[in-house]
């Protein structure tokens, strides 16, 4: 902004407040009127969906699935989205960090005198686009589940085989219901593909990319095989 | 509506030539027809009473002189045009205050232990008079304090409202944000149930993988090499003191160049400016942007 405009802004503003009228109690009475609103969100949320605990905290189970509070989600969901493991610093850390010296630094390098959103619209786009983009991760954090986590409803004598299919990562790569990637086969139906010895042997080898999970407990083997030939 | 009343008379705009009566109340009665009541004792005790408010502030403002600065701020004109967008910042101002009154009875019934937080939730939420509601204020009070200040702060961005001369105020608000989300993410662990014990281990964990710092930051967050009864303490005292602490003088900053600089006027409205009275030099400066 050039000495001319500064003048010129601060003139202009001089004007508009002559005009205008005394924060108390104009102003003031929109406020109240606001907090009130607030308040009574604040009041209806807290007697409606109230403050439950969970299971108490066991750092020793390792198959619990972790999720953070919604307005993080489109942190985590950076997560998802941006796969590969050399990646993931980036989409965590480095993402956010370089969106906040951004966010911070915004009056330092959009400096032109033009005020009004229509007549600016490099930074309406950008705003925009970052508003739908954090929407959009917040919603599919909220209704994807997380990394770990498989949604699927199954019978109570596969859930052990379906916590350890979870906790195992095959869902880096394997679709099972509404979760996981697409770099390998969809699992959502594979009891119907091949039978229950060709899992097993899968599993054990690591066809292609796939990494042997011979190392699994034989016990563990079981109930993983038991919950995978169990989708049709 | 009527508001006008509640100005004194002399910050009250002057009346438009041909509004109200001229004629300034009824005419002074005569003093012969109707002398003065000579004031009786209890008249005067009672005129006492009256004016002891009075006389108690006007002895405050004697030692602080903060009528001047008060009547300043309240008085203060908002510029025209200013609508429900701009209640966005107090109403933030609002749901930070609910956090911080109901966070401190919170405090009174929680204990930071790893063996004994998640049983002092249990009781503030089961036996504590109020108590469920109380923290069911605070648990979603924080959501709604997070979606307020991203609303305000998508207001001051799209009004362009942190440009000159505002922009201290703007990178104030941006570590507000940072503060807010710290709050968040602090207190996400303090009930110590699963949800929030492995939330806060990936939490932290995702902090290690940053560059340069991420490890000595998720070393310091986890003050350990597990997350445990250090990591609580530690989260708790980052709650509870040292964020609030620094949003509260951050907030007082925020508020001073608030009313020190006045709130911008919509972008779109432009004054109608008396094109005789400026020099050349500015009507050229502001030539494209004048009156639709
Ligand atoms: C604890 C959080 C915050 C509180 C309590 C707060 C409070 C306020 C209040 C009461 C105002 C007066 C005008 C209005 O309400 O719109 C204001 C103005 C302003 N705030 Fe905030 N604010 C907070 C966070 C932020 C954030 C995160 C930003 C942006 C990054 C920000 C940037 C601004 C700017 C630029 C103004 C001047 C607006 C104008 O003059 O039109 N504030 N703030």
Known sequence: MKPADKQAYLEEYELLKKKGKPFFPYAVMKDSAMMLLVAAVIIAMSIVLGAEQGPKADPTSTTYVPRPEWYFFFLFELLRVIKPPELVPIATIGIPTICMVLLLLLPFYDRGPERNPIRRPIATTAGVMTIVAMAYLTFLGATGGSPTEIEMEVAPRYEAGKEIVAGAGCLACHKIGENGGTIGPELTHIAQLVPRAAIVRSVEIGPDIMPSYRDLPPKKLNELADFLSSLD | MKL?????????????????????????????????????????????????????????????????????????????????????????????????????????????????????????????????????????????????????????????????????????????????????????????????????????????????????????????????????????????????????????????????????????????????????????????????
């Open chain 2, 4 to 292: 006008d009343s509640l100005i004194p008379a002399p910050l009250r705009k002057p009346a438009k030539p041909g509004e109200g009566n001229g004629a300034k109340g009824a005419a002074p009665a005569d003093l012969k027809t109707a002398p003065p009541e000579r004031p009786t004792d209890t008249k005067k005790l009672a005129d006492r009473a009256v004016e002891a408010p009075v006389d108690a502030l006007a002895w405050v403002d004697q030692r602080t002189a903060a009528s001047g600065f008060l009547t300043g701020m309240l008085f203060r004109k908002v510029p025209k045009g200013t609508n429900w967008f701009y209640t966005l910042g107090s109403a933030t101002l609002f749901a930070f205050i609910v956090q911080a009154i109901t966070g401190v009875f919170l405090a009174m019934f929680y204990t930071p232990s790893t063996t004994q937080a998640y049983a002092s939730i249990s009781h503030i939420n089961n036996e504590v008079f109020l108590g469920a509601f109380v923290h069911g204020l605070h648990k979603w009070g924080s959501s709604v304090m997070v979606i307020l200040i991203f609303l305000h702060m998508g207001r001051t961005f799209f009004f362009g409202a942190y440009k000159y001369p505002r922009e201290l105020n703007w990178v104030i608000g941006v570590v507000l944000l940072i503060l807010t989300m710290t709050m968040a993410f602090t207190g996400y662990l303090l009930p110590f149930d699963q949800r929030s014990f492995w939330a806060s281990v990936v939490g932290i964990n995702i902090n290690g993988t940053g560059p340069v710092v991420g490890p000595y930051l998720s070393d310091f967050l986890r003050a350990g090499p597990e997350l445990g009864a250090t990591t609580l303490s530690r989260f708790y005292a980052i709650h509870m003191l040292l964020v609030p602490g620094a949003i509260i003088a951050l907030i007082g900053a925020h508020l001073y160049l608030v009313v020190k600089l006045g709130t911008t006027a919509p972008p779109w409205l432009k004054a109608k400016k008396p094109k005789a009275a400026a020099p050349v030099s500015q009507l050229n400066a502001s030539a494209n942007g004048s009156d639709k």
